[in-house]
């Protein structure tokens, strides 16, 4: 069974900066479109940002646009979501998921069900 491995997480001041990594051994990340959803205690899961298959394009949730970039690096296997000026809104477990059954030049998907692998969530709380 493949899996995602997130980490980077933990805790930041308001105004800080986090880069959450998203890494597996079991396939060959770059050909995937990527998502990043989080959830925060008593709340529903929520998108954040994706990134189409190879250096395809990308998107972000207003909240977060101009604060978070989303990226790749084919060499390392992995998706990266680089976090601005954190804010405390921003706490939540963070999760990336790949997406097996794309099309080739198809957009990023913004919804959960449209991604197979997931990973276990790696925690993010932003406090003063």
């Known amino acids: 069974q493949v899996q995602l491995v997130e980490s980077g997480g933990g805790l930041a001041h308001i105004g800080g900066s986090l880069e959450l990594s998203c890494t597996t051994s079991g396939v060959v990340l770059d050909y995937y479109p990527i998502g990043w959803f989080r959830q925060a205690p008593g709340k529903e899961r929520e998108w954040v940002s994706c990134?189409?298959?190879?250096?395809?394009?990308?998107n972000y949730v207003d909240s977060v646009k101009g604060r978070f970039t989303i990226s790749r690096d084919k060499a390392k296997n992995s998706a990266f979501l680089k976090m601005t000026s954190l804010k405390p809104e921003d706490t939540a477990t963070y999760y990336c998921?790949?997406?097996?059954?794309?099309?080739?030049?198809?957009?990023?998907?913004?919804?959960?069900?449209?991604?197979?692998?997931w990973g276990q969530g790696t925690q993010v709380t932003v406090a003063s």
């Open positions: 990134i189409s298959s190879g250096d395809g394009d990308t």
């Open positions: 998921a790949a997406r097996k059954r794309y099309t080739v030049g198809e957009s990023c998907r913004r919804t959960g069900d449209a991604y197979e692998i």
